[in-house]
């Protein structure tokens, strides 16, 4: 990647709500998403592992308990147990019934709706390279007709090269947590678009940097204005946030 890339158009959304609106409504389901778009958002991101028949769904964690009424490893689950699960109750009683949902179900209505996608591929342990692959398969299958693809974007650096070699046309982005932040050369090794950083990482020089070596940069998770307005004048170009209501379309505009 040259410091050209930086320069190319760039089709995404400054602002891209977390995990659909992952706090308003239950998290990387249909409710959340819908929710995220009536306030204006135009970009979510999600989580996405492989069931144990491999169909890709989405899920933030890889045990099944918090987020649904099943136990154990969500990936040693074929889907038509996973299907079946209730999603919504642990959020509250008004979204009791809503289901996890699959990959290509959520392509659907973001292809229909005009939106655009951050895809974390979130592996299993033993399991980055046959994610990041599949996952990366399926995203290509279904937005091939689509002018804005997905962001393929993980913490695991297997997982991404998988997917890159996978889904050479698709953008990927590799995820810089706080604890132990990858260089940014391993995201420019890896033919990365973006860096994805935790907002404790983020500074000027840092943007900067990136920038310079033709990445993007966006920053998670963003939930304080103040903080935000910082990152917009270092240079960020997109912030993800659980505040959906708080960074609405309409105060934002």
């Known amino acids: ?77 074929p889907w038509s147990y996973l299907s079946g699960l209730d999603a919504g109750r642990w959020h509250g009683p008004a979204h009791a019934g809503q289901r996890l949902l699959r990959l290509d179900a959520l392509s659907q209505w973001i292809i229909a709706n005009g939106h655009a996608l951050n895809i974390e591929i979130k592996p299993a342990p033993n399991q980055a390279q046959t994610c990041g692959a599949q996952v990366a398969r ?15 974007s993980s913490f695991s650096v297997d997982a991404l090269q998988a997917a890159g070699l996978a889904a050479p046309n698709l953008p990927r982005a590799l995820l810089m947590d706080a604890a132990s932040p990858p260089p940014l050369t391993q995201a420019i090794e890896l033919g990365c678009a973006a860096v994805v950083m935790h907002r404790s990482l983020c500074s000027a020089r840092l943007i900067d940097q990136a920038h310079q070596a033709g990445l993007r940069a966006w920053a998670y998770t963003v939930n304080d204005p103040g903080q935000a307005m910082q990152l917009t004048q270092w240079g960020i170009d997109g912030l993800i946030t659980d505040e959906v209501t708080r960074f609405s379309a309409a105060k934002r505009a």
Request: charged residues 15%; proline residues 7%.
């Open 1 to 77: 990647m040259t410091p050209a890339a930086s320069t190319t158009v760039w089709p995404y959304p400054f602002w891209i709500a977390h995990r659909g609106a992952g706090q308003l409504a239950p998290e990387n389901t249909l409710a959340a998403f819908e929710r995220g778009a009536h306030l204006g958002f135009a970009m979510f991101e999600c989580d996405v592992q492989l069931s144990a028949d491999g169909v890709p769904f989405l899920l933030h964690d890889l045990h099944l308990t918090r987020t649904t009424n099943g136990d154990g490893l969500a990936t040693g689950k």
């Open 138 to 152: 399926a995203a290509q299958t279904l937005w091939v007709h689509s002018d804005i693809k997905p962001v393929l």
